[in-house]
């Protein structure tokens, strides 16, 4: 089971909210869809700079792999604040724990809603009927 600490989504990226911040990154299942498992598959990470403005659904930035390359989608609007510098030279970081240090940017939300996103059950289920 996936974290309930926060909302998920359809494009698999998850959003935490701590304080006036919102922390964002990918699904494990987003991992295991770029890499097959294999961490040393991911060969590259494009952030954004911050103090970008993002819309909601707005590409900010994206992962590759040696089988894709794949755009990362804000799940929420706001301000990039930081981004996670550790994960562009160490894209393990992101096998071995996308829901702690694997986070991806942090940004100054927009609004505190997150209105149209899944929590835990439901992003559970979404990602289960990608599978048959």
């Known amino acids: 089971m996936r974290p309930n600490d926060r909302k998920y989504a359809q494009s698999h990226e998850w959003v935490k909210l701590d304080g006036d911040v919102a922390i964002i990154g990918i699904t494990d299942f987003a991992v295991q869809e770029l890499s097959n498992g294999n961490e040393s598959d991911l060969v590259y ?4 700079d911050a103090g970008r403005m993002l819309a909601a659904g707005e590409t900010f930035g994206e992962i590759e792999s040696v089988k894709a390359v794949s755009d990362l989608y804000a799940p929420i609007a706001g301000e990039v604040l930081e981004t996670n510098a550790a994960i562009e030279d160490h894209l393990e970081i992101l096998s071995k724990d996308p829901w702690g240090a694997g ?4 940004i100054k939300p927009e609004s505190k809603k997150l209105d149209g996103l899944m929590d835990a059950a439901e992003y559970e289920k979404f990602v289960a009927s990608k599978k048959h």
Do not use: Q
């Open 45 to 48: 990470c494009d952030l954004p």
């Open 103 to 106: 986070w991806i940017i942090k």
